[in-house]
Structure formats: structure tokens, C-alpha cells
């Protein structure tokens, strides 16, 4: 039996706030890829697209893979399971990754020696929405129309996920309640 001194509090749990931001903001990026990825793919269904195939397929079924690994490392992460973590930070790291590729390459000019055809842009307004909402498909949008505005859209929501998932309160919060009882254990 172990002595508990009476005027020591116990140690509190930690706070939620930051993990479940953090989760909540992974389920919307799994579901801007489902949408991107259902938007990319549909044309295939239906007939010949204007699309580049190769990256059209690529594309849509990448972000139908990062959505399924947003998706799938959240519910992980909020049954208290490191490896959930680590998934969501695989995935929007990627996600981050390309995205900041798009940026360097549309801010230094960069021109591809081949043409890609792709979807038309659409304007000031919805490119970049399009980028910010459109997942993976909306991030290579901007990439192919090399907009900086809409490279930097498309890098936001994938990056605060990064950044909140990476966090010490995340990382505490998914670790103490994982084990047997975690934090009740602790302090009960």
C-alpha cells in the first residue's frame, strides 16, 4: 500500500481542447478529400474528361487515401492510441508537404516543361476555396494553375492540423489516457 500525502494534489488530467481541435479539424480534412477525390474521379465514370489521367488518377486516389488515414488516425487518437496520432500526423505532414511544394514552385515561377490539362481556373475567389476545401485534388489544382494565393489556402487547414496534432498537449492528452486506467489510476 502506498502513502498519499493528503495535501499533494493529485495531477490533473490534461485538457482536451487542443487534441480535439486537433481532430476535429482532421475530420474536415479527410472529408475536403473525399469530396476532392470524389470530384476527380467521377469524370471517369462518364466518359473521356479533359483531364491528364495519369495525375487525375493519382490524384483521386491519393486523397482518397489520406482521407481514409485522416479519418481512421482520428478515431484512433480519440480512443487514446499513440499510433492514431502518428497516423494523422503522417498524413496532414503530406498533405503539408505538397502543399508547400505548390507554394515554392508557384512564388519562384517555376514552369514545368510539359502541359498538364486540368481544370480551368476560376477566379480570384475560387481558386482558392476551392485549394482550402478541396483536399489533396484542390492542393494539385493550385499547383497546375501555379497560384500562390491559392498554394498558400490549400497549405492552411492541412498545416493547423500538423501543428495541433505535433503538440505537447496532444501528445500529452492521447498519452494519458491510454494504459489500463491512465490518469484515473493516478490520481484515484
Not at 488518377?57 to 496520432?85: K, W
Not at 481556373?121 to 489533396?136: C, V
Request: aromatic share 10%; proline share 6%.
Amino acid at each position: 500500500m502506498t502513502y498519499r500525502n493528503p495535501a499533494v494534489a493529485a495531477p490533473a488530467a490534461p485538457s482536451g481542447l487542443v487534441p480535439k481541435t486537433a481532430g476535429v479539424l482532421a475530420l474536415l480534412v479527410g472529408l475536403c478529400n473525399v469530396w476532392g477525390g470524389r470530384t476527380l474521379l467521377e469524370p471517369f465514370g462518364h466518359g473521356p474528361a479533359d483531364l491528364d489521367n495519369s495525375l487525375a488518377i493519382f490524384g483521386g486516389l491519393g486523397g482518397l487515401l489520406a482521407a481514409f488515414a485522416l479519418v481512421y488516425g482520428t478515431a484512433l487518437m480519440f480512443r487514446h492510441d499513440q499510433a492514431g496520432r502518428y497516423t494523422v500526423l503522417l498524413a496532414s505532414g503530406v498533405l503539408s508537404a505538397i502543399a508547400l511544394v505548390g507554394l515554392v514552385c508557384s512564388l519562384t515561377g517555376y514552369q514545368p516543361d510539359y502541359a498538364i490539362d486540368w481544370f480551368p481556373e476560376e477566379g480570384p475567389i475560387a481558386d482558392p476555396l476551392t485549394s482550402a476545401f478541396g483536399g489533396l485534388v484542390g492542393i494539385l489544382t493550385a499547383f497546375v494553375h501555379r497560384d500562390w494565393l491559392a498554394s498558400l489556402a490549400g497549405l492552411a487547414l492541412p498545416l493547423a492540423v500538423y501543428l495541433l496534432t505535433s503538440s505537447h498537449y496532444t501528445e500529452a492528452w492521447v498519452e494519458a489516457g491510454s494504459g489500463v486506467d491512465g490518469w484515473r489510476e493516478m490520481s484515484g
